[in-house]
T-cell receptor, first 112, second 111 residues
Framework: NAGVTQTPKFQVLKTGQSMTLQCAQD?????MYWYRQDPGMGLRLIYY???????DKGEVPNGYNVSRLNKREFSLRLESAAPSQTSVYFC???????????FGDGTRLSIL | QKEVEQNSGPLSVPEGAIASLNCTYS??????FFWYRQYSGKSPELIMS????GDKEDGRFTAQLNKASQYVSLLIRDSQPSDSATYLC???????????FGTGTSLTVIP
């Protein structure tokens, strides 16, 4: 049982480049989330999808876009990467928004 | 005021001792509370959920919730070196139906 799978695990980009972080869950969860984690800042919500077909902004959405492709998959796109977006990105899913979230292994992203 | 606040630590306890981790939250009507453990370089892992006032025990872990004081804590009995990690408190805020995480408390258990 894979749970939440994120790809890639590591990525280095140059300023201005774009990329998409992929996330898939096999737990039949309705809700999915993207967080970033920075030292001293804790986990901050970027975007979430309460259910298939819906997406909403979280605490720090600027510079990001998301797509809920289907119930299993939720992708995060950086259109024009900036050094301030250097972080560890976690995808999570939960059965509903009030249920506990289960996390993927994370993507470590560096923007030069 | 932050939505969820934790002492950042670091907290050090000797092996076999009780470690006490604390968390306060801002939304009085919040209903769901969670503790996650995060080892260095790894993702957060759910270890406890608590929804009603009082204590909930699971093995060496006890979560305590006091909604009147807007306070949730995690006790780790018989602490082991393998418990050394950062512990994150998470609260599902009723008014926004969004999760908020604290910044975490770093725990070191000294052999």
């Amino acid at each position: 049982n894979a749970g939440v799978t994120q790809t890639p695990k590591f990525q280095v980009l140059k300023t201005g480049q774009s990329m998409t972080l992929q996330c898939a869950q096999d737990m039949n969860h309705n809700s999915m989330y993207w967080y970033r984690q920075d030292p001293g800042m804790g986990l901050r919500l970027i975007y979430y999808s309460a259910s298939e077909g819906t997406t909403d902004k979280g605490e720090v959405p600027n510079g990001y876009n998301v797509s809920r492709l289907n119930k299993r998959e939720f992708s995060l796109r950086l259109e024009s990467a900036a050094p301030s977006q250097t972080s560890v990105y976690f995808c999570a899913s939960s059965e509903t928004r009030s249920q506990p979230q289960h996390f993927g292994d994370g993507t470590r992203l560096s923007i030069l | 005021q932050k939505e969820v606040e934790q002492n950042s630590g670091p907290l050090s306890v000797p092996e076999g001792a009780i470690a006490s981790l604390n968390c306060t939250y801002s939304d009085r009507v919040s209903q769901s509370f969670f503790w996650y453990r995060q080892y260095s370089g790894k993702s957060p892992e759910l270890i406890m959920s608590i929804y009603s006032n009082g204590d909930k025990e699971d093995g060496r872990f006890t979560a305590q919730l006091n909604k009147a004081s807007q306070y949730v804590s995690l006790l780790i009995r018989d602490s082991q070196p393998s418990d050394s990690a950062t512990y994150l408190c998470a609260v599902n805020m009723q008014r926004s139906n969004q999760f908020y995480f604290g910044t975490g408390t770093s725990l070191t258990v000294i052999p």
